[in-house]
């Protein structure tokens, strides 16, 4: 069998998350799906023993309301360890789940603060972490601060996704995910595509065919590299 031509790598995360993934993979083409717009929240009234932060996103976005004098706690509940060094470099106290928003469930559920908590998310965020945690006895509030609202493919991914080599996706959400195949119909991709999901979840998200799948062993960035990774060994033709 013929050797396709090397696979490139497709970003489509967060400008700076991206970059970052970018420097650890060797290179690759970035086109963000998302761009953050932060909201003008009121905050509830009362005190609260602790943040929950879902995303570095949702650690900026504390940080800018800490800017405005607002009080928020000293604590923070981190998905993971990105979104834990973001906190931290915001002021915040941090502990880290370094998984996904169960893991995040399961961390707060078993070390919980003595009161109530507060949520920051983005419009649309994945599963329903504030009803889990009362329904585990953990009151908590939730305030919506920021929307990721969608991008449109740039020139560069356009042009790799309409040519004839193979494209890696990394795919970290399965919003990321269903943005990501809507894209690539828009502008009639004929690519190979080459999917790293994060989650089944995500791989189900992405409902177009793609060649190789290849699911991370942990919800977690050091494993998606890994992910990626392991496609980049088991090209088609080798």
Partial sequence: MVRQSRPTILL?????????????VGGAVISP???????????????????ILTS?????????????GAVLPSLAYCVGGRTALAAQAAGFQTLSADGDVNALLALITAQPAAGRLLLLRPVDAAGDLKNSL??????????TVYRQKPQRLNAEATALLQGDSPVILPVFS???ARLLAAEIRRIHGRAPLWLAALSPAVAQAFD?????????????????????????RDRIGS
């Fill in 12 to 24: 489509t995360r967060p400008l700076a998350q991206s970059r970052r993934f970018a420097d650890q």
């Fill in 33 to 51: 799906l998302m761009l953050p717009e932060f909201l003008d929240a009121a905050l509830p009234a009362g005190d609260f023993a602790a943040l």
């Fill in 56 to 68: 570095e996103t949702g650690a900026e976005a504390a940080r800018r309301i800490s800017a405005t």
């Fill in 134 to 143: 009362i329904s585990a006895g953990i009151e908590t509030v939730s305030v």
């Fill in 174 to 176: 399965p919003r990321s």
């Fill in 208 to 232: 177009l065919h793609a060649a190789l799948i290849q699911i991370a062993a942990r919800p977690e960035a050091s494993s998606m590299l890994d992910a990626v990774a392991a496609l980049q």
